[in-house]
């Protein structure tokens, strides 16, 4: 699979929109682009996912750029219940399991 | 709706011991997956089912297997127990594709095993 780079940690404020970026410069044409969240020790979370095109869903933006080596997760009013780990993950098929990286650990501050 | 159920929650056993969590899928999810995280660290993939065989392994230690029953909920048995088996073991389940799935998987709440 491969690699995937976020930065460590984030600050956002309660209210406007957090915009974490992942790096995926080796990504192949068949792999799909995972988010998933992990709220103090619960079970990860699915948010969104996507091949290439933008999506976007009841929680979130996917912003995937058009060479496919990056993207953006978008939430676009943050509250306080949205402070987690943020994990992207890029994955090839059906079955595979994920492959959980350092993530981005994004605080919401009041 | 429907999640998917882990037992129990929290366990606490003695070095040496063995344990048995148990998980049940999200109904009509036929794969199953179980990750480890041990204090401060991401999930990492232990082991995975599809249609009660095995499908694919990770860092499992040969002490821990798993199986998947006919009724689709996995458990996994765990022997001789360390000091640094202590951890959160999560369960996750999917549904097949073809299905209206979009391949996400469905994690439970993790039963916290502490080995004293």
């Known amino acids: 699979d491969a690699k995937t780079t976020q930065p460590p940690s984030m600050d956002c404020a309660e209210g406007r929109a957090a915009n974490l970026p992942c790096n995926h410069s080796t990504i192949s044409g068949n792999e799909y682009v995972y988010w998933y969240r992990q709220i103090h020790s619960q079970g990860p979370q699915y948010i969104i996912h996507g091949l290439k095109n933008n999506e976007t869903n009841e929680m979130a933006s996917l912003i995937i750029t058009e060479d496919r080596k990056s993207s953006t997760l978008i939430l676009p009013h943050a509250t306080l219940r949205d402070t987690a780990v943020y994990y992207c993950?890029?994955?090839?098929?059906?079955?595979?399991?994920?492959?959980f990286g350092p993530g981005t650990r994004l605080s919401v501050l009041p | 709706a429907a999640g998917v159920i882990q037992s129990p929650r929290h366990l606490i056993k003695e070095k040496r011991e063995t344990a048995t969590l148990k998980c049940y899928p999200i109904p009509r999810h036929d794969t199953v997956y179980w990750y480890q995280q041990g204090p401060g660290q991401d999930p990492q993939f232990l082991i995975s089912?599809?249609?009660?065989?095995?499908?694919d392994k990770g860092s499992i230690p040969d002490r821990f297997s798993a199986q998947q029953f006919s009724d689709y909920h996995s458990e996994l048995n765990m022997s001789s127990l360390e000091l640094g088996d202590s951890a959160l073991y999560f369960c996750?389940?999917?549904?097949?594709?073809?299905?209206?799935?979009?391949?996400?998987?469905?994690f439970g709440p993790g039963t916290r095993l502490t080995v004293l």
């Open positions: 993950i890029v994955r090839v098929a059906y079955g595979q399991n994920f492959v």
């Open positions: 089912f599809y249609e009660k065989m095995q499908s």
């Open positions: 996750a389940s999917s549904l097949t594709p073809g299905q209206g799935a979009k391949n996400e998987q469905f």
